[in-house]
C-alpha cells in the first residue's frame, strides 16, 4: 500500500492550504482514504474520510465548513482543502486507509480501523 501525503507548509491565519494524498491505484479503488492530524503533545484525532466510490464523507466538527475532502480518480489522489485556518490546525497531518472493502460506501473515523499511514506532512498556522 502506498500513501504519500504532501502540501503541508506555514500558513496565517485564514489562509488556505492544500494537503494532496497520491496511493496507489488498487488502494484507491477499494479503500477509503481518511485524513488524521496530530499537534504536539496531543493525541492522533480524525480530520475528514471519503469512501472509494467517492459519494460518502465524514468531517471532524472542528473542520466542517472549513475543510472539504476530495478525489481525483486520474491521479489516484485524495486531497485536502482547508481554508479559513487557525493556529489550532496547526500539527502533521496523515492520510490512512483501512483494509479494501467490496462496498464503496463505506468510510471510518476512528484511527483504530486504518492500518495503513502515509509518512504525514506539517502545517503550521500563524496568527
Known amino acids: 500500500v502506498q500513501l504519500q501525503a504532501s502540501g503541508g507548509g506555514l500558513a496565517q491565519a485564514g489562509a488556505s492550504l492544500r494537503l494532496s494524498c497520491l496511493a496507489d491505484?488498487?488502494?484507491?479503488?477499494?479503500?477509503?482514504i481518511g485524513w488524521f492530524r496530530q499537534a504536539p503533545g496531543k493525541e492522533r484525532e480524525f480530520v475528514a474520510t471519503v469512501s472509494w466510490g467517492g459519494y460518502n464523507y465524514g468531517y471532524a466538527e472542528s473542520v466542517k465548513n472549513r475543510f472539504t475532502i476530495s478525489r481525483d480518480s486520474a491521479k489516484y489522489t485524495v486531497y485536502l482543502q482547508m481554508d479559513r485556518l487557525s493556529p489550532e490546525d496547526t500539527a502533521i497531518y496523515y492520510c490512512?486507509?483501512?483494509?479494501?472493502?467490496?462496498?464503496?460506501?463505506?468510510?471510518?473515523?476512528?484511527?483504530?480501523?486504518?492500518?495503513?499511514w502515509g509518512q504525514g506532512t506539517l502545517v503550521t498556522v500563524s496568527s
Open positions: 491505484g488498487h488502494t484507491f479503488h477499494t479503500s477509503a
Open positions: 490512512a486507509a483501512p483494509e479494501p472493502v467490496s462496498d464503496s460506501s463505506v468510510y471510518y473515523t476512528r484511527a483504530a480501523d486504518y492500518h495503513y
